[in-house]
C-alpha cells in the first residue's frame, strides 16, 4: 500500500502546530509535511516538533510545499485569521474565504485527488468553499464541524456525572458556531441513557447548550487562543481516514438531502475512513433537536449566500 502523507497548510500558527505535534507524539502518520505563508516558521515548527518526535518510534515533521500533495494524501487546512476576544467565528467570513479558496486551488493544482479537512473558521462555510473551489468529490472535503463542541460536551458530562469522558458517547451538532447544540436525546452513558444515570436530574443539564458554545469564548478571553483541543481532533480524524474500517464523528460536509437539508454543509454523524466522510442518516432527533438543526442551516445558508 501506497504510503500516505499528511500536509498541514497554515502549519506555522498555533492549530496547524498543535495539529502537528498531536499526530507526531501519537505516531497517527509516518510524515508530516509542513506548511506556511511564512515558510521559515513552518521550518521552525517542524524543527521543534522533530525534537519531541525522537522519543516515538520515528515519525518525520518537515517543512514542505504544495508541489508534493499526491493522490490520496490528506491535506488539512488551518490557514487564516482566529477569533480575538469580542469576535465570532463569522466575524472572520471575508477574510478567510479568499485565503481558503487560494490555497484550495494549489492543493488540487494539476488535478490532484487528495482528501481536503478544513479547519479554518468560519469552517462550515470554508467547507463548502473547499468543495467548491476544489471540484473534488464531497466525500473528500470535509471539516472538523462540532467534533470539538462534542469533545467539550462530552468533558461536560464527565465532570458532572464524575464519569470518565471516554464512558461518553454524545454529540453536540449543527453549526461549529453559536447556534451549535447538544443532542442529549441520543446521549448514552456506559450505554445508559443519560436520564437514566445515576445522579441525573434535568437542572444538572439545563444551560448545556450554552456551556458548551460558550467556552471558547472563556477560553480565548483567558489565555486568547484555542489550539490543544482542535490538535488532539486533527490527529483522531486523520487517523480515521487512513484505516479502512470507518470510525462516527460529527464533522461538517456538504448535505445532499440527508436530514432533509441540501445544499448546505453542517455537521450531523459521519463515518470518515479510507473511503472518505459519509453523513450518516436515521440519527434520530426529537422535534426541538431538529428545528435547532434547521436553524444551524438557516444561520450557515445566510453565511454562504453572503459570500455570493
Ligand atoms: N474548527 C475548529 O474547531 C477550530 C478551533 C480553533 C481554531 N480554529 C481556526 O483555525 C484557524 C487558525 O488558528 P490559529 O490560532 O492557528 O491562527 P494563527 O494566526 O496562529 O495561525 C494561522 C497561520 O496561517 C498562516 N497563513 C495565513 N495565510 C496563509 C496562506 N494564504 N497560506 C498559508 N498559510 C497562511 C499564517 O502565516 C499563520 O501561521 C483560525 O481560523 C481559527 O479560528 C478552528
Known amino acids: 500500500m501506497k504510503k500516505q502523507k499528511v500536509f498541514i497548510v497554515g502549519a506555522g500558527g498555533q492549530v496547524g502546530s498543535s495539529a502537528a505535534y498531536a499526530m507526531a507524539i ?13 515558510p521559515d516558521i513552518a521550518n521552525g515548527q517542524a524543527m521543534d516538533i522533530t525534537d519531541a518526535a525522537t522519543f516515538t518510534n520515528g515519525v518525520i515533521v518537515r517543512a514542505g510545499d504544495y508541489s508534493e500533495i499526491a493522490d490520496d494524501d490528506i491535506v488539512v487546512i ?38 481536503i479537512l478544513l479547519i479554518t473558521n468560519p469552517v462550515d462555510v470554508m467547507t463548502y468553499e473547499a468543495v467548491k473551489a476544489s471540484g473534488l468529490s464531497r466525500n473528500r472535503v470535509f ?15 464527565a465532570e458532572k ?3 470518565s469522558a471516554n464512558q461518553i458517547n454524545a454529540y453536540a451538532l449543527g453549526e461549529h458556531g453559536d447556534s451549535t447544540f447538544t443532542v442529549l436525546s441520543q446521549a448514552t452513558i456506559g450505554g445508559i441513557p443519560l436520564a437514566n444515570f445515576p445522579g441525573y436530574n434535568y437542572d444538572i443539564v439545563a444551560n448545556i447548550d450554552k456551556e458548551v458554545s460558550e467556552k471558547v469564548y472563556k477560553i480565548i478571553n483567558t489565555k486568547r487562543a484555542t489550539f490543544y483541543g482542535i490538535g488532539q481532533v486533527i490527529s483522531e480524524i486523520v487517523a480515521a481516514i487512513l484505516r479502512p474500517v470507518p470510525t462516527i464523528y460529527p464533522v461538517c460536509s456538504l448535505l445532499d438531502g440527508e436530514y432533509g437539508l441540501q445544499d448546505v454543509v453542517l455537521s450531523v454523524p459521519s463515518s470518515v475512513s479510507s473511503d472518505g466522510v459519509h453523513p450518516i442518516e436515521g440519527y434520530r432527533l426529537s422535534q ?4 435547532k438543526l434547521q436553524n444551524s442551516a438557516r444561520v450557515i445558508r445566510g453565511a454562504i449566500n453572503s459570500m455570493k
Open 161 to 163: 456525572f464524575k464519569v
Open 288 to 291: 426541538g433537536e431538529y428545528a
Open 78 to 115: 488551518c490557514s487564516g485569521a482566529a477569533q480575538k476576544p469580542g469576535q465570532t467565528r463569522l466575524d472572520l467570513l471575508s477574510v478567510n474565504a479568499s485565503i481558503i479558496s487560494d490555497v484550495v486551488k494549489q492543493i488540487v493544482a494539476g488535478g490532484k485527488n487528495p482528501y
Open 143 to 157: 471539516g472538523t464541524g462540532t467534533t470539538l463542541e462534542s469533545a467539550r460536551l462530552r468533558a461536560a458530562l
Open 26 to 38: 501519537k505516531q497517527t502518520i509516518q510524515e508530516i509535511v509542513l506548511i506556511d505563508l511564512h
